[in-house]
């Protein structure tokens, strides 16, 4: 069995060779020679992160998640070498499991997981839900709901948007200049109209806001910690929030980020809004909110209760430039911000579902109906990835 990240902002399936070396993947590794249904390839695999990578080789085998979740001949990677993976001793990552669209697939002429348990009619619609617990007040705890959605992990109702699509050149298609092509429109990311952000006080006085010139994309990424804006709206944000703060950089100085006062964020009671339109060409007057507490908006540091801890780090960051050159603007929301949502991702009528993320503790747990499966997965802090299944191929470890 595998632990693997279970990431949105990716659609690659692969796990560590046992050609791995033990300094780099520290956990699980693939023993090819114990799989009677493994069918290696000389077929190079090879994938880049936002921060990280993984490099092998193309295999196809039995992938299993949960108890009854199984698609046979499943394309892998089988990956010799990583770097800039997470190496928590919690969560003991081996992998990752990609849940983005066929479009963003190394290969696009493959299937994605999803597709494959439809087309094989494990599920009968392609279609996931995603909640991202509390880390903050409830733990290393999470859910994913494949075939369908749970109405308990909501609070009201599911309001929809539509998933952004892109051009042969790599851009969304999406804003004033919008025009529907269907030549030039393949999905990759989760990516939803953006086109605002405020935060209020307790009672309800906005106190700051920032709209785009223009709808600005925006990807749901549960495999990045932290949510990234343009600097300038970062920094806004940081000011009405606390004037102690200071710029730093993680994983090598590749991700810049602030780190803050944990106490400004326990003692202070604001929200934030993030607000998506529901149309892919103009803004909306009752756009689609994901309010945000501002508790949400700190990682602590040296200890996992922000009320103990003494360094802590706030949960935007700047986007990066290489990102905005070929879009232009936009946000990347990860958990610091999802997890006050619950997401319905539908990739049959290309639309994601937002409702208030219901606020109590729940145990874990895994049944079956026939509509969908809901399996339990557990996540954790890092830099990069969170929400990790359990993951089982025809082979034993090492």
């Keep these: 069995m595998f632990n693997v990240t279970l990431d949105t ?9 046992s050609n791995c070396p033990k300094s780099t993947c520290l956990y699980s590794r693939f023993i090819e020679k114990d799989s009677s249904t493994l069918n290696q390839t000389k077929r190079v695999f090879d994938v880049q992160y936002g921060s990280g990578s993984a490099k092998g080789l193309v295999a196809y085998d039995t992938v299993t998640i949960g108890n009854n ?14 770097s800039g993976m997470s190496t928590s001793s919690i969560t003991r990552v081996s992998g990752i499991l990609g849940l983005g669209f066929q479009g963003l697939l190394r290969d696009p002429s493959e299937e994605t997981f999803i597709q494959k348990l439809l087309r094989n009619q494990v599920i009968k619609e392609p279609v996931f839900s995603i909640y991202l617990n509390r880390q903050a007040d409830y733990g290393y705890t999470g859910e994913i709901v494949i075939g369908g959605y749970e109405t308990s992990r909501f609070t009201g109702t599911l309001n929809f948007l539509p998933v952004v699509s892109y051009n042969k050149r790599g851009q969304p298609n999406l804003g004033r200049k919008y025009t529907e092509n269907n030549d030039e429109m393949v999905y990759k990311y989760w990516t939803v109209p953006g086109q605002a952000v405020a935060s ?26 932290l949510s990234y804006l343009p600097q300038e709206n970062v920094i806004e944000i940081l000011e009405t929030i606390t004037k102690d703060y200071a710029p730093l950089k993680l994983n090598g100085g590749a991700v810049q980020a602030y780190q803050v006062n944990c106490s400004d964020f326990t003692t202070q009671e604001m929200w934030f809004d993030f607000q998506f339109s529901p149309a892919v060409n103009t803004f909306s007057n009752s756009p689609v909110i994901i309010r945000v507490p501002l508790k949400e908006l700190v990682l602590p540091q040296n200890t996992d209760d922000i009320n103990t801890a003494t360094t802590c780090l706030f949960g935007l960051a700047p986007i990066s430039s290489g990102f905005l050159s070929s879009i232009g603007s936009g946000w990347i929301l990860g958990q610091t911000v999802l997890r006050s949502a619950y997401v319905v991702h539908d990739m049959l009528e290309y639309q994601i579902g937002i409702g208030a993320a219901a606020n109590g503790y729940f145990s874990p747990t895994m049944v079956a109906s026939l509509s969908f499966t809901k399996l339990a997965f557990h996540h954790h802090y890092c830099y990069v990835f969170l929400s990790v299944l359990i993951i089982i191929i025809n082979s034993l470890l090492v």
Excluded: C, M
Aim: hydrophobic share 30%; proline share 6%; no cysteine.
């Design 9 to 17: 902002g990716s659609s690659d399936l692969w796990v560590p060779s």
């Design 200 to 225: 209020y006080t307790s009672d309800g006085s906005k106190i700051y806001e920032t709209r785009f010139p223009d709808v600005q994309p925006a990807i749901l990424d549960t495999g990045t910690t």
């Design 69 to 82: 979740l199984t698609s046979a001949n499943h394309v892998v990677g089988l990956a010799n070498t990583t």
